[in-house]
């Protein structure tokens, strides 16, 4: 879908759900903050976007749904998100629920599940259980056969709509010996189960998206007929990683909004308090810390528009690029909201302010993109078991590879750019050394270096347009020049560990630094590939400059790269955006109207 309908899309969205502040809007923070005190499960606000038509935005059109790419759906949510996370979350586990049909299902099942959703039923993802957490080959729900089909037997906790949702797909074992081929997935119809089957395990009382059902199903000999297997017995576990793979890039739309509510929370206290006769947007260390806010989120939207993308122009990659987001995203925007926490100060502890309050929930809520579908661990292990694989591709790619990855690069990271359609089924568990953004980084640097040279701005002048493009350049060159040393250190490890290699701390440090790799080939990429797509005041070299020097401050936490020019500079864009009321991203999605009285917000 092009740029132009998505955002036609986005806005209409916005216009429905009205301006959060206001009380008499759909949606508003007001009743979402009173739901989360509460822990109550938000029904009318999933209500009304099912009535919008959300959900089916999630569900794909070749089956009766009405989604092409994931990002459209994504992009949807993150507007969701902004106001509620909760519901947002309520919503999302519906197409992760169905996420195993759309990889290996039938058209029948397919076809089934989304007729029901489209009649208000939900379904939800029963993976986890108590004991097991991560250890997915230790799960212990068993099925067993019965005529007909089988019975289900064990506990699945905790999962998200457990109770609210109708169906669950159960991911239990089939075989006699636990292992990875002894699992199946099965859509379990509640409301047909014999009764003393099923059984609702109590809501759980939560820290973040306290609104959101956490609860799960106990089970003695619940029937599920043969058709309700999906794919063949024994493909569970495979199923199960790759619908936790598009589960870990969707969910980070919730960090993203997070961080976007939280900074437009901050800039509208920033720009409006006045302490010692100035305003503290203009006292340089706050305005850098906005500017830095702003920056790292614009990080994270450029990893997140790769992955997303990725799903459909990269899926044989995806294992690599579900890590790298999943552990990088919520781990950076995490750092992020301390930083907005001591922008907002003191109104940060008011959970019932009339215009601050939703910042405390966020920080609360944010904390799911950590934990839900593989939690940060979980991650960073699956990077080191392919970081050498990674490194050694990165350092000697062979014959036309560094090409193809930056003719790739061009569609995952162009917002206007075509992209094939959604197939599942192709993404793989292991990428075989290939992420594209790290191979394509030169590609996207040689860009960068010829945008500079058609910029304003001669050789050595400061302060233009061109200077900042080189400075990035450099620094870019500088940063994905890291993947080099790291093959060295990585091997050097191996020398030292033998066998405990894979398990040692030191892999995950070095995966982490991976990430940072990863991250600043996305930002060059991004702005070389989508700066056509962008609106005023995007692209900027400014702001690409400072989002190299915060992915370097994760090596040199005090070294600063940038001057005050740069800030004030990306300060600008970031008004622009604001005042414009667009949303913080590079998709720049034109919000809802602010109706509200401003009062508040001086308070
Ligand atoms: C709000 C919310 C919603 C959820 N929704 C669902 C849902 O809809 N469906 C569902 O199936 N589940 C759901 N879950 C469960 C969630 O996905 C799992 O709990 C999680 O993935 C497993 O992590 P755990 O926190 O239980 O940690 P554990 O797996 O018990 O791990 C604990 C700690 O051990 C360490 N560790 C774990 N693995 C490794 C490793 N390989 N190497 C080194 N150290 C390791 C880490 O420090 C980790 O934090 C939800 C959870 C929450 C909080």
């Known amino acids: 879908m092009p740029k132009s309908d998505v955002t036609e899309l986005a806005a209409s969205l916005e216009e429905y759900l009205g301006d959060p502040h206001d009380a008499a809007g759909r949606m508003p923070f007001a009743q979402i903050l009173d739901h989360d005190v509460r ?65 290996l299902g039938t058209p029948e099942q397919k076809g089934a599940l989304i007729e029901d959703m489209k009649r208000g039923s939900s379904v939800s993802w029963g993976l986890s259980e108590r004991v097991h957490g991560s250890d997915l080959v230790a799960n212990e729900v068993l099925a067993e056969r019965t005529e007909g089909g089988w019975l289900l037997t064990g506990e699945k906790w905790p999962i998200g709509n457990a109770t609210v949702a109708d169906k669950m797909v159960v991911f239990a074992r089939t075989g006699k010996r636990p292992g990875p081929a002894a699992y199946s997935l099965f859509v379990l119809d509640k409301w047909r189960a014999e009764p003393g089957t099923v059984a609702d395990l109590p809501f759980e009382d939560l820290y973040g998206t306290r609104a959101l059902d956490l609860s799960g199903v106990r089970l003695d000999g619940a029937f599920v007929p043969d058709a309700a297997m999906i794919g063949r017995e024994g493909q569970g576990l495979e199923i199960a990683l790759k619908t936790s793979q598009t589960a870990r890039v969707v969910l980070m739309h919730l960090a993203l909004s997070a961080v976007d509510t939280s900074l437009r929370l901050a800039l509208d206290f920033a720009e409006r308090r006045v302490l010692f006769g100035d305003r503290i947007s203009d006292v340089p260390y706050t305005r850098r810390q906005l500017t830095e806010a702003f920056a790292d989120l614009m ?31 919520p781990t950076l925007l995490q750092k992020t909201m301390s930083q907005l926490t001591v922008v907002l100060g003191a109104r940060t502890f008011l959970r019932d302010h009339p215009h601050y309050g939703m910042h405390q929930k966020m920080v609360r809520d944010i904390l799911i993109t950590d934990i839900a579908d593989g939690n940060t661990v979980v991650n960073l292990r699956n990077l080191g078991h392919q970081l ?14 560094r090409e193809a990855a930056a003719e790739r690069a061009a569609v995952l990271y162009g917002l206007d750019r075509e992209l094939p359609v959604y197939e599942p089924v192709k993404q793989e ?35 233009t347009e061109a200077e900042r493009l080189r400075a990035a350049a450099d620094l870019a060159e500088e940063l994905t020049g890291r993947a080099g040393p790291l093959r060295e250190r990585a091997a050097a490890l191996k020398a030292a560990l033998g066998k405990d290699y894979a398990q040692s701390p030191e892999l995950f440090e070095l995966a982490k630094e991976y990430c940072l790799v990863h991250a600043a080939a996305a930002c060059v990429l991004t702005h070389v590939h989508s700066a056509d797509a962008m609106e005023a005041p995007l692209p900027s070299a400014s702001l690409l400059l400072l989002q190299l020097e915060r992915i370097r401050r994760q090596l040199f936490p005090h070294e600063q790269v940038t001057s005050q020019a740069v800030v004030d500079e990306v300060m600008e864009v970031l008004r622009g955006l604001h005042q414009d009321n667009r949303l913080f991203s590079y998709w720049q999605f034109p919000l809802a109207k602010r109706l509200t009285d401003e009062s508040a917000a001086r308070r």
């Open 39 to 103: 822990g109550e499960y938000p029904y009318q606000f999933v209500a009304l976007l099912r009535r919008w038509g959300l959900h089916l935005r999630c569900l794909p059109a070749s089956d009766g749904g009405l989604a092409g790419n994931v990002e459209t759906g994504m992009s949807l949510m993150r507007l969701v998100a902004r106001r509620d996370p909760s519901t947002a979350v309520g919503l999302a586990l519906n197409s992760l629920g169905f996420m195993p049909a759309w990889i």
């Open 299 to 329: 990080i994270a939207d450029a990893m997140v528009l790769g992955a997303a993308r990725a799903l459909q122009a990269a899926p044989e990659q995806i294992s690599v690029w579900s890590s790298v987001v999943k552990y990088q995203v």
């Open 388 to 401: 050498a694989g990674l490194l050694d591709k990165a350092a000697e790619p062979g014959e036309g590879v």
């Open 429 to 463: 568990l292991f990428s075989r050394g290939l992420d594209d953004a790290v191979l394509a980084a030169p590609d996207g640097i040689a860009r960068l270096r010829a945008l500079a040279d058609r910029a304003d701005g001669a050789e050595g002048a400061e302060g």
